[in-house]
């Protein structure tokens, strides 16, 4: 905060804004009636969506005063590796839509915070590609199990060959979310036209195809491929024969399921309602997480997103019991703006805003964020 305060006198004034709720309206401004409302719809109503937001807003913080809080430690452990502050980038598909570098910037942006960035199946660069602009930044990759199971194991593989360090199973999405903006600007073309890389580079999916296949046969196949109704949480362990990266299981809200989710293997689970685009009027995400951390219990990461705007917003999710968030669409409105600079501009106000937080809340460090911070909105008890 010190830095973003002194670039002022120093002529050096960002030209976007920290206010990270303000971003979507920049964002609109520059991308296409289709593509804004890709990204920023929900399901349905959008009640999922606002849910989300008013679980975050019915949260206060209970600040304590006087408590030494020169140095503020954001760095946390996860899986076995430290993280310099709770935060990753969450999987979003087909970043071309929103910027020419799409994934391959965003991965960059990520890199420079040296948060990790979680890869979609959907996206717009191949995963190979995203590993070579990451460097040594830190990546997941995030896998839609598709129907072929040989088209999986090979995405699997790829991933862990590629030095992506953990899985991500993401089990909201039994099928397309019914969101009216995207089927009504016609969301195929786009997930079609920049979200397929990484099955159009991958060999069990090619040899499928006829080896002339034109953009229409690759769109029919992978629709044909894509989707798969018929999981079931013993097929987890198929997993493990792929691969021995640590699995998370993505798109949790109840707690018996995230009790399956590690009965049947998992290393760690997201709560998340993947930011209110699935299944319109379900539960906010924030609202899930405590008892899905009561389910667990302390020795099984939980992370958790949707809906997290603020450093604050972070405060309360980890206080909540979460041991990191994704960020969503905000990091995404960065991209559209400015490429790698805006993504790392995003993280810098987030990663700002939490150490302000941890300041005022007389809290020295992001691990021993409880719940004696927090208070429901209304007189104390
Ligand atoms: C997503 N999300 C998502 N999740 C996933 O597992 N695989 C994916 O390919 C995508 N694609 C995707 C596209 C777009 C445009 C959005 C906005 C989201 C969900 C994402 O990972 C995350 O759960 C939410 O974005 C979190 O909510 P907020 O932060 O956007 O409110």
């Not at 039994?174 to 890389?197: E, K, W």
């Not at 018996?256 to 995400?285: E, F, P, T, W």
């Amino acid at each position: 905060v010190r830095e973003i305060y002194l670039a002022g006198p120093e002529g050096r004034k960002g030209q976007l804004t920290t206010d990270l709720t303000a971003l979507e309206d920049a964002a609109r401004a520059v991308l296409a009636p289709a593509v804004s409302a890709f990204v920023a719809g929900g399901a349905g109503t959008g009640a999922t969506g606002r849910a989300n937001r008013d679980a975050f807003d019915r949260w206060r913080l209970l600040p304590r005063a006087l408590r030494g809080v020169t140095r503020r430690d954001l760095t946390v452990d996860l899986l076995g590796r430290p993280l310099p502050a709770p935060v990753l980038l969450a999987p979003i598909s087909a970043q071309s839509a929103v910027h020419p570098q799409g994934e391959l910037a965003t991965v960059r942006g990520a890199a420079d915070a040296g948060l990790p960035f979680v890869l979609s199946s959907y996206s717009s660069h191949s995963l190979e590609e995203v590993a070579a602009a990451a460097g040594p930044g830190p990546r997941w990759f995030q896998l839609y199990w598709p129907s072929d199971d040989d088209l999986a194991a090979s995405l699997v593989r790829r991933a862990e060959a590629s030095g992506y360090t953990a899985l991500v199973l993401t089990v909201d999405n039994p099928s397309v979310g019914y969101r009216p903006a995207d089927l009504d600007h016609g969301y195929l073309p786009l997930i079609g036209g920049t979200g397929l890389a990484n099955y159009t580079s991958d060999p069990v999916f090619r040899a499928a195809l006829p080896p002339d296949a034109g953009p229409e046969a690759v769109v029919r196949h992978w629709a044909r491929v894509n989707g798969n109704p018929s999981l079931t949480w013993d097929r987890l362990n198929q997993l493990r024969e792929w691969t021995s990266l640590p699995l998370l299981v993505k798109g949790v809200l109840h707690p018996d399921d995230a009790h399956l989710a590690v009965a049947n293997g998992a290393d760690g689970v997201i709560v998340s309602n993947h930011g209110g685009r699935q299944l319109d009027g379900a539960v906010a995400s924030l609202d899930c997480l405590p008892a899905v951390r009561a389910a667990l219990g302390g020795a099984v990461p939980v992370l958790m997103d949707s809906g997290v705007r603020t450093g604050t917003d972070v405060v309360k999710a980890l206080a909540l019991g979460a041991d990191a968030v994704l960020l969503g669409r905000p990091y995404l409105y960065g991209l559209a703006l400015q490429g790698r600079a805006g993504v790392r501009h995003v993280l810098r106000c987030l990663l700002a805003e939490l150490d302000v937080a941890l300041t005022q809340l007389g809290c020295g460090s992001a691990r021993s964020l409880g719940p004696e911070l927090l208070a429901p909105a209304g007189p104390l008890g």
